[in-house]
Every structure is written in C-alpha cells, then in structure tokens.
C-alpha cells in the first residue's frame, strides 16, 4: 500500500539499503576483519555466501519497512475506524395490476430482480415498505383561466355532474375549456384527502362525443398534467402513449356525431402527495393545463366534449433497494470460550432497520435476542451485546481482557509498604502486580447455536438502467408487470483501505460535530453511507435564511457506462428523498443549536462535443478507425463527468467552464490521432422533463458558480459527441 497521498506522514523506509548496497559494504569489511582473504572474484564460494546473506538481509529490511504502515493501520482500528460496506442502489419499482381491486396491498419484502443471463447473474432490488393500492373518490372539478403556483378563483362545476357507478358524469356534453380555449386555462381534479394516493398510478377514463375537431395535433396535444407535491406542480404524464385520448381528441375521423368515444390517462403521481387546502377546497389535487401553442402543437380552436370521467388505481411505485434478506441463517455452535467470531456464509452485511437479529438458542432454555454495539469498551459481563464487521460479515462476542490493577491500588500499596516497620513490610511476592480478569460482554454458552439475520447486497452494479427490472422473484397474485420506469442511483462500493486512510485527518478535525463548512462537507458524505461522491458547503448568500448552511451534494452513479461509450446522464445524479432523510438525520444530530441544514443539488449542464481528427497512417483500416472513434467518446464521456471528470480526474470542478482548448488537450493524449481539425461545442439544456440540444456552436460553455458538466449518449436528444475523421487532403487544407 502506497501512502505517497499523504505528505504530512513521515518516510516509511526505516531502512533505504538495498541488496547492491550491503553487498557492495561486506566487500568493504573484508580487508579489515580478514586481510588474507584476497580472492574475491564472483566465482569464490566465500563471494556466493556474501551474496546469499546480502540477500536475506534485504527481505528482512523490505518487511521492517512495513512497520511503519502496519502501525498506521493499527491506528486506524484503535480509533475504531471500520471499512464501510456497500452502500445498496435504491429505485422506484412500479407494480400494475391485472384487475380491478378496491384495495390491494403489495407487502414490504417483495424481490424483483434483471434477467439473469450466462455471463450476468441477476440483479434483485427488494421493496422497503409495503405498497397499499386504494381506490380514489373525485370530490371537486375546478376550472381556472390562469395557472398558477397557487390556485385562485377557481369555478366549481361539480354541481353539473353526478355519480355514475365508479366516475362521474353528465346528462349533456361537458366543456373542460372556455368555448375558445387560450394558454393558460386549467381544470383541477380535487380528489377526496382521506385516501392516500401518493407513488400510486391513476387512469382517469373520459368518454366525449366524436366528430367535433378541436384543431390540435393529436400526436403533440398542446397540454400538460400536473400533481401538487406540497411545493411545486410535478409534471405525472410518463409518456405520450398513455394518453390514449390523443389529447381530449379521441378518433375525429369516425364521421358519426353519435358515436360515443372514451380513452384513458394514466398519471403516475410523485412519491410525496400532501393534502393540499386552495381557495377553500382541500384534497389532493391534479391539473390539466394548456400549453402555449406552436407549429408542432398547435392549440385548441374549441374546448374538447366530455360526457364522463372515471379514476382508478392501476397501479402504484414504491421505493426499493438492492440487498437480499437472509433470514435465521446458522452460523455455527458456541464453544462457550470468549473472543468468539463467526463469518456470515454471504457477505457484506447491509445496515438495517430492524431486520438484523441475532438469536442464541442455549441448550433447554428459551432463544435469546442479543443487542449490537459500535464496541464493547461498555459492555458489562452480563450484557447480551456483540459487534459486526459489516464488511468481512464476521459476528464476534465480548473478549475476555487480562490487565494489571489499577494504578491508585498499587500507589496505596507502596504506601503502606514505607510506612510499616521493618518486620511488618510485606514481602516482594506481595508487591508483585496482580492480574485482573475483566470480560467485555458475555458469553454464549457452551454448545448454544447462534442464528442470524441480515441483509447483504449493495455495489455500483446495483445501478441498473430504467425498465431493466422486470421478473418477480416473489409471487404475488394481481400483479400484471413491474418496472422501473428510471434508473437506480446512489449504489456505491466498499470503502477501500485508501480512502479510510485519507479520512483519518478529517475525522480527527471534526470529531463529528459540524461547525465549520469543512465539517459539513465530511459528515455529509459519511451520513451518506459511501452513498454521496461529492459535497460541498455554499458560501452564505444575501437572500439566504440566518442560520441556515446549505450543502451541494453529487449523489455515486455507475461509472461502468463511461467504459461502454454511453457516459452518465444527469438524471442518474438525482438526490431522491430516501437519501436526503438519511444524510438530513445524520446532520441534525450533530450540528449546532439553531442550525438549519438544506441539501440541494447542482445545476447540471450538457455537454456534446463535435470533433474533427486524423489518424496515423498506421490506423487507415475501418476496425482501427471504429476502436479510436470509442477511445475518443469514451475519454470524452470521462472528462466531461462529475464523478471522474476534471483534469485530476476526481470530477468537474463546480463553476468550472469549458473551452476548446481542454478538448484538445484530452484527444492530444490518445494514440493514434495525428492532426486536430474543428472542436464544438454545443450546450444542452433542460426544459421540463426532458433535455435539448442547441443548435448552434458556443465558444466556451460556462454552468454557473454552482454548475457541473455532463455528457451522455441519448440518440433521441442527440446529446452524444460526434467524431469525424478526415483524410489526409483535408487535414492539410486545415
């Protein structure tokens, strides 16, 4: 292990002799300790002896230069510093159902798991709460001409409609819209507040009369849906394709007046849907608004006919993880000696809430249910405790310490010793130290079996890609399909031995308590679990709240899809709200009175890169022109990435803008490029849910004092970089 990051520390070669050296020394000796031994030519029996004990010497020196490293370590463990288990990817697993159920409940526990292939074994995420499916009740319909953030006088329509079966509707066609619908006009579905709808996946069914064009693009409705999430409006429209009223539009090329037509919407509302109170009304609350319109979506010349509307539950997400519960697991049978360790048949072992158990079952009596602690320095010698290297998945109970007696006892001795006569004065027997016993925890008995549960899993790879978790390891009835309709974010390796070691002065300055920025930054990464890459403490702005810090934080991604030319997008980095109410809890127990702590995330800007090269003549064949067009988008995905980015590779550097000239230097250092031509650069930015490319070079990109760049492949977007190679004629004309 190479300890050349940490410069404070001193040299950790006690002893910098080679085996050159102390040869070339007992070849100095020799005339002084044996002057007739003149022979010392490489073929003397004497020579090959010097040569073998030059050489035993030099592996005793290269393991005394280890001292200085084990000692380091030794360090590490008498300050209790343990290597942190993987840290489990976490996503939202949604469930839809085959029928219609009043109420259906998906227990807490429920594995879906990747398709397992030849080379790849599965991939299982388990759902951590249980997924209650209830049936929602529409108490309001509100329209508003205006929509804003807060809504304000709304129209109550309710009164036109009536209950019909499971919906609600109306003895005349219904107007959603003014007769001349313009941007801005809304309609709200209030929705009783006594039925919990959030995560859940709603289909509202509308049925309108045929052959009334409302003038819209059926393929690019110009509208939008929204739920209240207690903040903001969330857009909870996936997709296109699940609304299959093309816009309130249904099929206007029936030609029959009569004709009734009906479509759904499926809405996937936000993990978080309070019961919102505007203008007088209260319930959980979903929007439609028109959009501004376009040449690709045109507006509404007239306000779509509604004749009903109808609300179920189709479905709902729940958030899971990637780890495994093993359950009652037999570790082994106890020797009734102490110091006992055992080793988990899989590890790493998951930090859990509640799950981890460890049971002693003695011989006759009743099972036991033992207590974890951080260390046994407490421990009573009846206290039921152990401790777990969650790492190692080793299990180890309370040792037994031999130590001398205090030092007050053997100060009173002495004293006592000088005081008394000559003949009274114990004997030197008496004066010897005595030894204590002390046991730290107790002991299971002998021949007790010991049984565990716990969860394992966690890893980068548990970072898979959106709609890759499809097949049910646990049956449930009613479920039709499951997936994950965005990619798991935040699973992240073990700790390796480097980084505990870099993390020794930090810990050390900040003694877990955040006072300063630096302090913040720290403990926000270790309340995170490995599962927070970056952090870092905002300077105090004008506008910001006294007393408050907010702390920028870049959530772990897969860095594997750099190595397969696709980089990271930017919706891999988000900080989901089980991650912020872990690093949040974390923080609140250790800063200050009066303190309040934010998590915000950067503001990501992309970056595509369109480059011209020219190649060596030793690459003028198609496979080596392909192979330097991936090693140029790969290396280009790679610099231009929060994780891995930036010239020292450790991320792009907040507020850090891009110039040609760093592309330049990138492709410098890869072989086979022989000529640089034209490097562009083309921003790309987020508008609502989805993110577009501008169309027009910049000469430099620059994302703001609290800005990141990114680069990711999307064919869609087309937000990948462009590699051109150019002939030899074209280079030189450049």
Known sequence: ????????????????????????????????????????????????????????????????????????????????????????????????????????????????????????????????????????????????????????????RTEQWHHQHDGLAVTQEFELFPQKPQFGNSFYLVIEPNTSLSGKVLAIAFTGASGTPTGINPKHPPRSWSAWDGESWIEVLLQEADDTTNGFSFDENTGDDSFEQSGDVTLHLPERLPVGSFDGYKGHWIRCTLNESSHRQPGYATSPRIKTIAMRSVGGAVQASQWVLVEEEILGISNGKPGQSFEVETAPILESLGEEQLLILPLGKPAETWQKVEDFAESKPHDLHY??????????????IREPQTLKKRTQARASLQQAPPAEQLSDQNLHEQIVEQQYGAIPP??????????????????VQANTLRFMKTAIPYVDYVTNHHAAVNGADAESLEKAVLKVPQILRSQDRA?????????????????????????????????????????????????????????????????????????????????????QQPNYVGVSVQAEITLEPAYNNPSAQAEIIHKVKVALYRYLNPLTGGSDMTGWAFGRPLYPSDIMVVLQQIAGIQYLGAILLFPIQKNGESWHRQTTPVSYIDPGSLGLLCSWADPQARTGHSVNILTEQSAMRI
Not at 33 to 62: K, R
Not at 448 to 459: D, L, N, V
Not at 516 to 521: I, L, M, N, R, W
Request: proline share 6%; glycine share 6%; charged share 20%.
């Open 1 to 156: 292990m190479n300890f050349d990051f940490l410069p404070q520390l001193p040299s950790s070669r006690l002893d910098d002799r080679n085996f050159d050296d102390l040869l070339e020394e007992c070849l100095l000796r020799i005339p002084r300790y044996c002057p007739e031994w003149t022979d010392h030519n490489v073929s003397d029996p004497g020579i090959t002896l010097v040569e073998l004990f030059a050489w035993l010497t030099d592996q005793m020196l290269m393991r005394f230069n280890q001292i200085p490293r084990k000692n380091y370590v030794a360090f590490l463990e008498l300050l209790g510093i343990r290597l942190q288990p993987p840290t489990p990817a976490q996503v939202r697993l949604t469930f839809y159902l085959s029928t219609h159920l009043l109420e259906y409940t998906i227990p807490c526990g429920t594995e879906v798991a990747t398709e397992r292939t030849e080379t790849q074994e599965a991939i299982i995420f388990t759902t951590d709460r249980d997924l209650v499916i209830a049936q929602p009740t529409i108490k309001h319909i509100l329209s508003a001409s205006d929509a804003g953030d807060t809504p304000r006088s709304l129209l109550d």
């Open 387 to 400: 401790v777990v290297d969650a790492l190692t998945g080793t299990i180890q109970f309370g040792p037994l």
């Open 446 to 463: 002998r021949g007790a079996e010991i049984m565990f549960t716990y969860r394992t899993g966690g890893g980068k790879q548990g970072n």
């Open 515 to 599: 006072v300063t920025a630096a302090d913040f930054e720290v403990l926000t990464l270790k309340g995170s679990g490995g599962a927070i890459a970056r952090a870092l403490t905002l300077p105090t702005s004008a506008n910001q709240t006294a007393g408050s810090v907010s702390v920028c934080v870049v959530p772990q991604a897969n860095t594997d899809l750099i190595d397969l030319g696709r980089g990271i997008a930017p919706d891999n980095f988000d900080l989901n709200s089980a991650l912020r109410d872990l690093v949040l809890n974390y923080l609140n127990e250790r800063r200050l009175l009066g303190i309040q702590v934010q998590l």
